[in-house]
């Protein structure tokens, strides 16, 4: 029946986001344990899942409210998270289940790319490295991946700021950088 699909859904949307809050920001001390942040983290994304039912949870979510718990309460995340996810300044159809914006952009970054460093986009296009490979995490998760913290912030602050064209601007630097990393490594 219908209420049973609905009821199989909202569990695998519950097992989803409990996987995904304890693999999230997993070397931040408030992330570390059993924690009321990780709590709170559950909270929000299991609201959203539900206050946005068109969209509901999808990974990298998880990323992007734990960043903003780490700064605000659990109710200024939440809402500052609605906003980031809907608002077209932002990440708005970054989550919808197509990732039709997200493709969208990965091919922008990539013209960014073969603009900026043809050979560097030459080379990866040659061994089948395309954009939506890499900037997929990037633009999704807002860059927290990084190892470099004060770079997170800063792309995140002129996010919040300028709105989702930094997250083009901010590819290519970090593209070159983690390029130039391992080849300096090679």
């Not at 807002?142 to 590819?171: H, K, R, Y």
């Amino acid at each position: 029946s219908k209420e049973e699909e609905c009821d199989l859904e909202w569990v695998k949307t519950t097992r989803q986001i409990l996987l995904d809050v304890g693999r999230t920001h997993c070397d931040h001390r408030l992330f570390i344990g059993d924690t009321p942040t990780k709590q709170s983290l559950f909270r929000i994304l299991m609201l959203y899942a539900e206050y946005n039912c068109a969209v509901g949870y999808c990974q990298g979510m998880a990323y992007v409210a734990g960043l903003l718990l780490m700064y605000m309460s659990e109710e200024d995340s939440f809402w500052a998270l609605v906003s980031l996810l809907e608002r077209p300044k932002y990440l708005s159809g970054y989550y919808d289940p197509s990732l039709s914006k997200i493709r969208t952009h990965a091919e922008v970054f990539g013209l960014l790319l073969k603009d900026k460093s043809p050979e560097l986009a030459a080379h990866l296009d040659g061994l089948g490295v395309h954009p939506l490979m890499y900037v997929t995490s990037w633009f999704m998760c807002l860059f927290t991946t990084l190892p470099c913290w004060d770079t997170v912030l800063s792309i995140c602050d002129l996010l919040f700021l300028e709105g989702w064209s930094v997250c083009l601007s901010a590819s290519l630097p970090v593209c070159l950088s983690i390029c130039l990393f391992v080849y300096l490594s090679a």
